[in-house]
């Protein structure tokens, strides 16, 4: 069974500073996708990591799928009242190749003004 | 509208009732998942259809539970017999195609059972 662990679940942090959330798994994925979700909303694709290695950059946002495309992260620069939500990470590639996804068990994240 | 849509958005019904769920997935997409977000469970999968078949109905719970898709657009999501664990945010994603893996999510139904 495909199991992604994220990290940390709940962060709570003033304006200005900086963050990482990891996502880390024992499998290898195809491909890993991070979203973001607002209460009462789906999730929101931000990125989409394919490469082992591969750093995406999304103004503030960066994002890194390890080289083994076992684990990955979310470093927020400076976070904003307005990146508060709750953050996924999504693993593609599982058995059959349906594509469906596996995903971690989120980060929720407060930015204080 | 050109993003997924799930209706209805909120549905409160009583334990023991049938209920039917409805998503209508981006045009052209031909894969559609569902998945079930509760607290402490995160976000599981449900099943997945391309086109009208569906090749993955691994992460459906019981028998209550069923989905259908036709026309190769909507989907419903039939649960019998609700039962109080099957309160949740039940939602629907499609993808242009499944290699793709880029999926695009609904606001999502939020089931409540009394």
């Known amino acids: 069974t495909q199991l992604l662990e994220q990290s940390p679940q709940f962060l709570s942090i003033q304006e200005g500073e900086n963050l990482t959330v990891y996502c880390n798994s024992s499998?290898?994925?195809?491909?890993l996708q991070w979203y973001r979700q607002e209460p009462g909303e789906g999730p929101v694709l931000l990125v989409t990591?394919?490469?082992?290695?591969e750093v995406k950059k999304l103004k503030r946002l960066t994002f890194q799928f390890g080289d083994a495309r076992k684990d990955s992260s979310l470093h927020i620069t400076a976070a904003q009242p307005g990146d508060t939500g709750l953050y996924l990470c999504?693993?593609?590639?599982?058995?059959?190749?349906?594509?469906?996804?596996?995903f971690g068990q989120g980060t929720t994240l407060q930015v204080k003004p | 509208g050109a993003g997924v849509s799930q209706s209805p958005s909120n549905k409160v019904t009583e334990k023991g009732k049938d209920v039917e769920l409805r998503c209508d997935p981006i045009?052209?997409?031909?894969?559609l998942y569902w998945y079930r977000q509760s607290l402490g469970q995160g976000l599981e999968f449900l099943i997945y259809?391309?086109?009208?078949?569906?090749?993955?109905k691994s992460g459906l719970p019981s028998d209550r539970f069923s989905a259908e898709r036709t026309g190769g657009s909507v989907s419903t999501l039939t649960i019998q017999r609700t039962q109080q664990e099957d309160s949740a945010v039940y939602l629907c994603?499609?993808?242009?195609?499944?290699?793709?893996?880029?999926?695009?999510f609904g606001p999502g139904t939020r089931l409540t059972v009394t």
């Open positions: 994603a499609s993808s242009l195609e499944r290699q793709g893996h880029e999926q695009y």
């Open positions: 499998s290898v994925f195809s491909s």
């Open positions: 990591v394919v490469t082992g290695g």
């Open positions: 999504a693993g593609a590639g599982g058995s059959g190749n349906t594509g469906k996804l596996i």
């Open positions: 045009s052209g997409h031909t894969a």
């Open positions: 259809f391309q086109g009208n078949s569906a090749p993955d």
